[in-house]
């Protein structure tokens, strides 16, 4: 039968959705120009983990959940379930963890960048900025050879490992479980983490997103680096109708607040807004995808984009306890640092996996 999401048209109305759902899920509780964030959602779940004790970022947030479940139910009904891995697991680990050390020196995801424009924040062109510089860069290595290695088929069951541990995080929100006396599961009292939309319409806001970008191949990197590499304007048009239609729906919800400054979970640094995302676009670029597509990927049975994910939230927490992640106030003591390191790390594994694949 064929993907009416896989068209022009398809891939149009999956960015429509996107845009409308997350101006939605913001109208009905989530943070100011988060109505979506895949790095901001996954520190949360990492705080409610308890990897680290950023007490304003903690919350097992649903839409993570449901976009991983989301896919793995498209992919089984669509006959595209087929685990596999074994593509340089270790060093995706790292790139997650550089991307999302990244994105939290900007304070969002792709999606976030572009919610935050649609919102009236300024600030986020210079993370646009940054991401496609990034993927720029990462383009150089893949016109040069650059490859992480195959990937091979794995057991069926090692697929079912990230769409049953969203599962259970998924239980663990509902039944708000504690494992011990002042341990997590931690759920913020005030701050971002506090704030969320109703559980129900954030699982099914997932749940029908993963679905859909599980067919459509939705991703904002990949529409980037389609441009740039083959000037093919395909995802790019599912990344413009997502903007389009968060703007015209945070007109319409009242949430458009033009501007640069006092913009919600964001600062003006505009040199490490540009160079963080500059890091998390090139860190996804070298990975193969942008944060929701590898949440996507790990749900039709791709490990090692269950790996990258892994890493993102284990670096999530690392981020808040060696103080990386910026606030409002600005850039983190340490934040400048570990985007350095990350760039250094990533031009490495582009030289060297360009020559090996030579």
């Known amino acids: 039968m064929k993907n009416l999401f896989s068209s022009r048209t398809g891939i149009i109305i999956v960015g429509t959705i996107i845009g409308i759902g997350a101006a939605l899920l913001q109208y009905l509780g989530n943070p100011g120009n988060m109505g979506i964030c895949v790095a901001c959602f996954e520190r949360d779940i990492a705080g409610a983990l308890g990897l680290h004790r950023a007490a304003v970022v903690q919350y097992l947030r649903p839409e993570i959940m449901g976009f991983v479940l989301g896919a793995f139910v498209a992919a089984l009904f669509a006959?595209?379930?087929?685990?596999?891995?074994?593509?340089?697991?270790?060093?995706?680990?790292?790139?997650?963890?550089?991307?999302?050390?990244?994105a939290l020196v900007f304070l969002g995801c792709p999606w976030r960048a572009l919610l935050r424009l649609a919102g009236g924040d300024g600030n986020a062109i210079l993370g646009i900025?940054?991401?496609?510089?990034?993927?720029?860069?990462?383009?150089?290595?893949?016109?040069?050879?650059?490859?992480?290695?195959?990937?091979?088929?794995?057991a069926k069951a090692s697929g079912w490992i990230m769409p049953?541990?969203?599962?259970?995080?998924?239980?663990?929100?509902?039944?708000?479980?504690?494992?011990?006396?002042?341990?997590?599961?931690?759920?913020?009292?005030?701050?971002?983490?506090?704030?969320?939309?109703?559980?129900?319409?954030s699982i099914v806001a997932g749940l029908i997103i993963g679905a859909l970008a599980q067919r459509s191949r939705f991703c904002t990197m990949g529409a980037f680096r389609d441009v740039m590499l083959t000037k093919d304007f395909h995802l790019i048009s599912g990344v413009a109708a997502l903007l389009v239609f968060a703007f015209a729906a945070n007109i319409i919800f009242g949430q458009f607040n033009p501007g640069f400054e006092g913009q919600p979970i964001a600062h003006t640094n505009h040199v490490w807004n540009f160079l963080g995302m500059m890091l998390a676009g090139l860190a996804f670029a070298l990975?193969?995808?942008?944060?929701?597509?590898?949440?996507?990927?790990?749900?039709?049975?791709?490990?090692?984009?269950?790996?990258?994910v892994i890493g993102m939230i284990v670096g999530a927490g690392i981020s808040h306890n060696l103080a990386m992640a910026s606030s409002p106030k600005g850039v983190a003591a340490f934040g400048s640092i570990a985007v350095v390191i990350g760039l250094v790390f990533c031009l490495i594994i582009g030289f060297t996996m360009m020559q090996r694949a030579k």
């Open 79 to 102: 006959g595209e379930y087929k685990p596999r891995g074994g593509s340089s697991p270790l060093i995706r680990f790292f790139l997650g963890m550089f991307a999302m050390i990244g």
């Open 129 to 154: 900025l940054g991401l496609i510089a990034g993927i720029f860069i990462g383009i150089q290595f893949l016109k040069r050879g650059f490859s992480l290695g195959r990937s091979y088929a794995q």
């Open 164 to 201: 049953g541990l969203m599962f259970g995080l998924f239980l663990l929100l509902i039944f708000r479980v504690s494992f011990a006396e002042g341990g997590p599961i931690f759920f913020s009292a005030e701050g971002p983490g506090s704030k969320y939309a109703p559980i129900a319409v």
């Open 287 to 308: 990975a193969g995808g942008c944060p929701g597509r590898q949440l996507f990927l790990s749900g039709e049975g791709d490990v090692d984009a269950g790996v990258f």
